[in-house]
């Protein structure tokens, strides 16, 4: 017998108002048994998911994450972080940097407490049976709480629960590693990796990347090495991939910059360069990613030589380079001050369909244009950037207009095209307004 397609809406709508009813009680501090109890069949493994993955999305942010873009751009950058010195800060009233910055204790305790009074809630209460996926969200809310002590006792319950399915597994496991590794706990991820054997685990070639991208990402690139000597051992268990040379060539050359030695970032991108011919010589064949983030680096430490070979080597290899692999060149010649060379790289891309050229590709011809005076030109990139879908950056429309003004030629900017570039910026700045209450409070202070 199947289920018609209304009584399945209908559940679905039953089984979010539970979960809205939950989330208020845990927010109001309230007991669970305050609200009528559901049925048994409500209580599935997505319900209880929900609940759980909305805790630290309501409890743990600090008011200035909201409407926080999910991108590794534009953030400072991931250093280890020291939890007792966190607390420290804390009690003196000090400012604490970093994923704890600016949380409200109260709710974070408040948020585990509730989670796990949750947890083991509905399991003696309605005899739910926990399987990997609820075991793990309960245990990423307590590494999002930075609760390292409450995280290993529950992977000890959990672990040696029941024999015949074991709620602790290889990929759980690398899961909560990678989350140790995203709030800079990155000792604690290396222990977590050590100790799968513990929890009757065996580690596997992804554990092994996500250990390496998370000493990459706060500078252990010693350990990170070790680790990828270890798995190059001949007869090792877990031999490396073409994903475990990207991981270490990537942030060889994405956290160079972040060193203020020019000779630090030399022998990084040196070290990139190394792994690339080595994953090559092992018989690795490097994709689209591996190449774009070596060209990257290559054109942002000034080795355009190294770069454009590079680029030469993608093509006799069959890999088809991409957008971002275009920008890095448009990005380094309008930095030179070579913008004819930029915009031949950007009708290249466009002639052989290697993709789609957006703002990130046009914003540095037009500045550079700009400022070397070629005003009509710039307006052409304007206009075409227009034409083809995009609207430009505030700051970009901003300057061309008041080059224009400067020298009097606003008669280059038609009426219409402005009027269809404003309306686009403020829908933007709309959109931001409205997950950035604060944002609007501060505007009505300024304006009274």
């Not at 069949?41 to 759980?52: A, C, F, N, P």
């Amino acid at each position: 017998m199947f289920i018609s397609a209304p009584l399945v809406r209908s559940f679905s709508a039953q089984a979010n108002h539970l979960t809205g009813q939950v989330l208020a009680a845990i927010i109001q501090n309230k007991p669970f048994n305050t609200f009528p109890p559901p049925h048994q069949r409500l209580w599935t493994s997505e319900t209880v998911i929900q609940i759980l993955r909305s805790i630290p999305l309501h409890l743990f942010q600090s008011p200035r994450s909201i409407g926080r873009q999910n991108t590794f751009r534009h953030r400072s950058p991931l250093r280890q972080r020291n939890l007792r010195l966190e607390t420290v800060k804390y009690q003196k009233g000090s400012l604490i940097l970093g994923p704890a910055a600016h949380r409200d204790p109260k709710l974070l305790n408040l948020g585990l407490e509730k989670a796990l009074e949750f947890y083991y809630w509905v399991e003696t209460h309605f005899g739910f049976q926990h399987n990997e996926q609820t075991c793990k969200e309960m245990a990423l809310v307590l590494v999002k709480g930075n609760r390292i002590n409450l995280f290993w006792d529950f992977l000890k319950n959990m672990s040696g629960r029941n024999r015949n399915c074991n709620l602790v597994t290889t990929a759980s496991m690398t899961c909560l590693i990678k989350a140790l590794g995203e709030e800079g706990l990155v000792n604690e991820a290396v222990s977590a990796f050590y100790r799968m054997k513990q929890f009757h685990c065996k580690p596997d070639v992804c554990a092994y990347n996500v250990v390496i991208y998370a000493l990459c990402r706060v500078g252990f690139f010693k350990k990170a090495r070790f680790m990828l000597n270890q798995m190059e051992i001949p007869g090792f268990r877990c031999p490396p991939d073409v994903f475990t040379y990207t991981i270490m060539i990537s942030s060889y050359c994405r956290y160079a910059m972040e060193t203020g030695s020019r000779k630090a970032i030399r022998r990084r991108v040196w070290e990139a360069n190394h792994l690339f011919r080595l994953m090559i010589f092992k018989g690795f064949v490097p994709d689209v990613v591996t190449y774009n983030c070596l060209i990257n680096g290559c054109c942002k430490t000034n080795r355009i030589g190294r770069a454009l070979e590079l680029f030469d080597d993608m093509s006799k290899r069959g890999c088809v380079p991409n957008r971002i692999t275009y920008n890095s060149f448009i990005r380094y010649y309008s930095a030179v001050n070579e913008v004819d060379r930029a915009i031949v790289m950007l009708r290249m891309m466009q002639e052989k369909g290697h993709g789609v050229p957006t703002s990130s590709s046009y914003t540095p011809i037009i500045h550079t244009l700009c400022e070397v005076g070629r005003l009509e030109e710039a307006v052409g990139f304007l206009v075409e950037l227009t034409e083809g879908g995009s609207i430009p950056r505030e700051y970009t429309y901003r300057l061309v207009c008041n080059v224009l003004e400067s020298v009097g030629k606003m008669d280059l900017l038609h009426e219409k095209m402005c009027r269809h570039v404003e309306s686009g910026i403020e829908n933007r700045i709309r959109r931001v307004m409205k997950v950035k209450p604060t944002m609007r409070l501060k505007e009505n202070v300024e304006n009274e």
